[in-house]
T-cell receptor, first 116, second 114 residues
């Protein structure tokens, strides 16, 4: 079973600072998803990256997929208190019907706290 | 568009008891997946239901079972509860079991086993 390692485990920063969190695996990803989970809520999909070297931007969030598709990073510029939450990376594993969405393998997440 | 709803939001049970958790999928979605998220961990896949049948299962014992109904809603049943079953149980729905359809998660049921 492929394991996803996320780092750092915890991150506490001041509003306005930049940060980067990482997701790594010893195996190649077919694709990778990033989720944000706020306290008391379920994870919400932020982005899916598929192609090695791909860069996607979502407002102040920049997602990169490594060239070898074994690692990914999430960079947040000028963090805001609303960015506080648990950031999870996940990879799909095919199930009986050949789907790769139902069975997601998640990392343990990076818990981000942005202080005003 | 109605999102994924789960009930109850919180539940306290005693070791050895049985529990049923419920999930209504998002409108237009026919596939439901269940995940267990222990404190400080990422979610772990329990099983997926498609066309009212189990479509895949993670590394969970048989005392974790489920159902999907014709309206695509779903139940997760856990028998003989153990202390380690204390966790957030998440339901996610999608338009189909195949890749390409994002998962939409509910806000979960927080189960505490004492």
């Amino acid at each position: 079973t492929q394991l996803l390692e996320q780092s750092p485990q915890f991150l506490s920063i001041q509003e306005g600072e930049n940060l980067t969190v990482y997701c790594n695996s010893s195996s190649v990803f077919s694709s990778l998803q990033w989720y944000r989970q706020e306290p008391g809520e379920g994870p919400v999909l932020l982005v899916t990256v598929v192609t090695g070297g791909e860069v996607k931007k979502l407002k102040r969030l920049t997602f990169q997929f490594g060239d070898a598709r074994k690692d990914s990073s999430l960079h947040i510029t000028a963090a805001q208190t609303g960015d506080t939450g648990l950031y999870l990376c996940a990879q799909g594993v095919p199930l009986n019907y050949g789907g790769s969405q139902g069975n997601l393998i998640f990392g343990k997440g990076t818990k981000l706290s942005v202080k005003p | 568009e109605t999102g994924v709803t789960q009930s109850p939001t919180h539940l306290i049970k005693t070791r050895g008891q049985q529990v049923t958790l419920r999930c209504s999928s998002q409108s237009g979605h026919n596939t439901v997946s269940w995940y267990q998220q222990a404190l400080g961990q990422g979610p772990q896949f329990i099983f997926q239901y498609y066309r009212e049948e189990e479509n895949g299962r993670g590394n969970f014992p048989p005392r974790f079972s489920g159902l999907q109904f014709p309206n695509y809603s779903s139940e997760l049943n856990v028998n003989a509860l153990e202390l380690d079953d204390s966790a957030l149980y998440l339901c996610a729905s999608s338009k189909g079991p195949r890749g390409g359809s994002p998962l939409h998660f509910g806000n979960g049921t927080r189960l505490t086993v004492t």
